[in-house]
């Protein structure tokens, strides 16, 4: 994630980055797009060109997983991400109607369109699994998306992250999304004195993730600009959690900026909520946008429990 910086930024930022939830609500097709039938059939003559090939899911590429036409599509999309509002919504792929194992070339393949992907945590996991597994959200070392409780506002270790919904929960798991450079310009405008300070190094627990001699935390600044762009990376619940080792406290200064962004986040002028149904696939840019989720309550059938896929995207 390259956030090149000179120096905080002295007034609002306005670009496309820079929205406001009711405004984009307000015409989805701005950053939402449907599939067609062509396109769809098209995603699924590539993966069965690569079954035929037995080739492995770790061995598709940009090159192989071939999309003649969808490609051109594709690559607006990515300028979206990197360059516009931050965020694509792709509706309509048809999980219902292929098999899993179809459904993850899919998903892998499209993520190859986009970006290299890159390892969600310490197991190198490349193709996540956003679920339930019944543990403990109170655990400081239990990763919230295994939960079905609320996350807060954070972004992800990569330049854009991918999810597609297998299934959605019987209720809540909204995914609620902000644009962290409209974050930085509320901020800007009740607490300009620390407009600055966002842009310097906080403190990111590790959360047990360390190598031997390493600290239990690591130095992020959460902004960063440069050309005009400011590219944020904000982790509510790591930067929050060094108070759990002993002798680290947050200073009033980072109590009031994580504040603000956690409860003017929550502002229904700024968030854009969206319910992922089956065969939805969001794609964020982890510079501009910070998302959370909604607690959820999930079906009793196992079979049909909440379930998405998950992919971090270097960016080329």
């Not at 090159?63 to 919504?89: H, V, Y």
């Not at 190198?124 to 956003?130: A, M, Q, R, S």
């Not at 295994?146 to 209720?171: E, K």
């Not at 607490?191 to 690591?218: I, M, N, W």
Request: with cysteine; charged share 25%.
């Amino acid at each position: 994630m390259d956030r090149p910086h000179i120096g905080a930024p002295t007034k609002p930022i306005k670009n496309a980055a820079a929205w406001y939830g009711p405004d984009i609500e307000a015409d989805a097709s701005q950053w939402s797009y449907r599939l067609t039938t062509s396109e769809s059939t098209e995603i699924y003559d590539a993966i069965v060109r690569l079954r035929e090939a037995n080739a492995e899911l770790g061995a598709v590429t940009r090159e192989n997983f071939f999309l003649p036409t969808l490609a051109s599509q594709i690559k607006a999309w990515r300028q979206d991400i990197m360059e516009g509002f931050g965020l694509k919504l792709i509706r309509g792929l048809p999980v219902k109607e292929w098999s899993y194992d179809e459904v993850c070339y899919a998903f892998w393949g499209l993520g190859h369109h986009l970006g290299i992907p890159g390892a969600q945590n310490p197991d190198n996991e490349l193709l996540g699994h956003v679920k339930d597994y019944g543990e403990t959200a109170d655990n400081p070392f239990v990763r919230l998306y295994r939960t079905a409780s609320h996350i807060r506002y954070h972004c992800d270790a990569c330049d854009i992250v991918g999810l597609l919904c297998l299934q959605p929960a019987v209720s809540g798991g909204a995914s609620r999304v902000v644009s962290t450079v409209t974050l930085f310009n509320e901020l800007m405008r009740v607490h300009p004195d620390l407009a600055s300070r966002v842009c310097e190094p906080f403190r990111l627990d590790r959360r047990g993730e360390t190598k031997p001699g390493q600290l239990p935390y690591s130095m992020v600044s959460p902004a960063q600009f440069a050309n005009g762009k400011l590219q944020t990376f904000y982790h509510s619940d790591y930067f929050r959690s060094i108070e759990r080792h002993e002798n680290l406290v947050l200073t009033d200064a980072e109590k009031t900026i994580l504040d603000f962004y956690d409860e003017r986040g929550l502002s229904p002028e700024l968030y854009l909520d969206m319910q992922l149904e089956s065969g939805d696939i969001q794609f964020l840019s982890n510079h501009t946008i910070a998302h959370s989720r909604t607690a959820y309550t999930d079906h009793e059938d196992p079979e049909k429990q909440r379930h998405l896929l998950r992919l971090w995207l270097s960016a080329e």
